[in-house]
Nanobody, 124 residues
């Protein structure tokens, strides 16, 4: 299984940047895909960025061009660099992982393993 711990959330002003981290501990020695999701109060969880185990990335239109997902395999850590932040980016951010290749990385149902979440608040 995969255990995930997010960090890096916080409060930032409009136009600012944050980098989220998600440290993964994996016990089966198998490759897995990962994604970042977010959930604002009263809204459904939204897949915003994902990365396949071959490094292929995918983004939701809402963050494309502003957010960058990356993974440091040596550190087993997933990152989400968030630039040009907007008030509508305010949400709880979660990382997720699932074994396999070429999985739908922006689909919540794909993932069995989830972190506890980290809050991002963007104020004007």
């Amino acid at each position: 299984q995969v255990q995930l711990v997010e960090s890096g959330g916080g409060s930032v002003q409009v136009g600012g940047s944050l980098r989220l981290s998600c440290e993964a501990s994996e016990s089966r020695g198998e490759t897995y895909c990962m994604g970042w999701f977010r959930q604002a109060p009263g809204q459904a969880r939204e897949g915003i960025a994902g990365i396949q185990n071959d490094g292929t990335t995918e983004y939701a239109d809402s963050v494309k061009g502003r957010f960058t997902i990356s993974k440091d395999n040596a550190k087993n850590t997933l990152y989400l660099q968030m630039n040009s932040l907007k008030p509508e980016d305010t949400a709880m951010y979660y990382c997720a992982a699932e074994y396999g290749t070429e999985v739908p990385v922006l689909t919540e149902e794909t993932f069995a393993y989830w972190g506890q979440g980290t809050q991002v608040t963007v104020s004007s």
